[in-house]
């Protein structure tokens, strides 16, 4: 075990109050030559630019003795063969160590930083679970809301009906832990449009209509609520009950009741090709003998399967989100449970998302949980793979990086291993909150 070295921390910190205090000097004094104050406001903005915070960030990092965490990471990317990894550590509610490795983007020689937008895949799922908490808070739904048929929320008339009449029995809890009654026995569908269009005669590129189309007209795997089978198509279908429920778009509704009061103004909905690249998002990287495949609109173009082969857009609530990981754990540390930050959601919603079911029913928006409080969020898509995780003990992290290997899903078990690893080299951590540097 070691400590963390303290004997340089003020120093940075030091100079950043002088920093401030000469750039509030220099705002002032056009003031008194008569400038706008829009100016001034303009310059207070450009003071709270998320690249100034990561500076910030970095030097404070970089004041403490983390050369061991540094190591571990490091060693951890190398041996995965990955361009960049993005880590963040939060300690009873403090984001306590924030740093990137390797690149963002190889070419353009910039380097990977925790402030950076990643795909986030199938962590995009905990965010749609908490969108559903939110709606049955307000009493708008409630977990055993049935989804189809006559009386369900997506009641649309074509809908009524269906193949399967156990289909009528789907509630949103079925749909949240995977219980909804789909396997992957023949591929996951929702990486299968050619299959959708096909069946249902509707052209690509395809959207949730020809899914739901596609789902009525086939027989369940098994009885909604007796297993828990993973289900893409599952978390695809919840974005539109989300959106059928609060009358706007899936992902306005999330920004404005789940990310919002989060603090979080950065998340969005990604892009599938390179050109929907955004500014501050990471490229995505895959290994060299990677094989191309079909564009999924429908052009017949063989595209790289890091740009193309998804759909974004379609998977949205399933695995459509882009985030950094200090985004993600602004979100962690307000459904945690903990008092030291006020929590978006209730206890109540809170134990039911985590709740350890006894029939072994997954839970409800995490990939699992267990007795002993440690709550994970797996993610993986071409070009990106990232673990969230919470432990009984105050900490919560995230680790995502922006390169496929071969491991796929498994790369994840592998990221908590390395992670667990280095946090037993740590023996205390600094008091300092890395968040105080991002707008509220």
Same mark, same amino acid.
């Given at each position: ?25 220099? #705002? ?49 990317? /190398? ?32 380097? &990977? ?52 009449? =156990? ?5 949103? !809890? ?43 007209? !086939? ?42 009061? &989060? ?10 090709? /390179? ?12 290994? /060299? ?11 017949? =173009? ?15 609530? &399933? ?32 134990? /039911? ?10 839970? #409800? ?11 994970? =969020? ?7 793979? &990232?673990?969230?995780? =919470? ?50």
């Amino acid at each position: 075990m070691t400590y963390v070295n303290y004997s340089s921390m003020f120093r940075p910190i030091l100079k950043f109050t002088f920093v401030i205090f000469i750039t509030l000097l220099l #705002l002032l004094i056009p003031s008194f030559y008569g400038f706008h104050s829009s100016i001034v406001q303009n310059k207070v903005a450009f003071l709270e630019n998320r690249k100034i915070n990561g500076l910030i960030i970095k030097k404070l990092v970089e004041s403490q003795n983390t050369d061991l965490l540094d190591r571990s990471f490091e060693r951890f990317r /190398e041996q995965n063969l990955l361009k960049g990894l993005a880590v963040a550590i939060v300690k009873d509610e403090k984001l306590v160590f924030a740093k990137g490795y390797g690149f963002a983007d190889v070419e353009a020689k910039i380097g &990977a930083s925790p402030e950076q937008l990643f795909r986030i895949a199938s962590v995009s799922k905990l965010v749609t679970a908490i969108a559903v908490m939110k709606l049955v808070e307000s009493g708008k739904i409630t977990l055993e809301s049935k989804v189809f048929g006559k009386y369900g929320i997506l009641n649309k008339d074509k809908q009524f009906q269906t193949k399967d009449n =156990r289909l009528e029995n789907i509630t949103v !809890r079925n749909l949240l832990n995977h219980s909804g009654g789909w396997t992957q026995r023949y591929g996951d569908i929702a990486f299968l449009p050619r299959i959708v269009s096909d069946q249902t005669g509707d052209p690509m590129p395809l959207n949730i209509s020809s899914y739901l189309k596609f789902v009525i007209t !086939r027989r369940l795997h098994f009885a909604p609520g007796t297993a828990s089978a993973y289900s893409n198509l599952g978390y695809m279908i919840l974005g539109e009950v989300i959106a059928k429920v609060a009358k706007t778009s899936y992902e306005k509704f999330v920004k404005e009741n789940v990310l919002k009061p &989060a603090h979080i103004f950065d998340m969005q909905l990604g892009g599938s090709f /390179e050109s929907e690249k955004l500014l501050d998002e990471v490229r995505y990287y895959q290994p /060299e003998d990677a094989q191309p495949v079909e564009a999924y609109d429908g052009s017949g =173009r063989m595209v790289p399967k890091i740009y193309g082969s998804t759909n974004m857009s379609l998977l949205g609530s &399933a695995g459509g989100w882009i985030a950094s990981p200090i985004d993600l754990l602004k979100l962690v540390i307000v459904i945690d449970g903990d008092p030291r930050i006020k929590d978006i959601l209730s206890a109540k919603s809170i134990a /039911e998302m985590t709740h350890v079911d006894e029939k072994g029913l997954d839970p #409800l928006g995490w990939r699992s949980t267990n007795e002993h409080g440690e709550w994970w =969020r797996t993610g993986t898509l071409p070009g990106s793979s &990232a673990l969230v995780k =919470r432990e009984p003990n105050g900490i919560s992290w995230v680790m995502i990086s922006n390169t496929s290997n071969y491991k796929g899903p498994h790369l994840a078990i592998e990221m908590d291993r390395a992670m667990t690893g280095a946090l037993k080299k740590i023996n205390k951590w600094p008091d300092y909150d890395l968040f105080e540097f991002f707008p509220k």
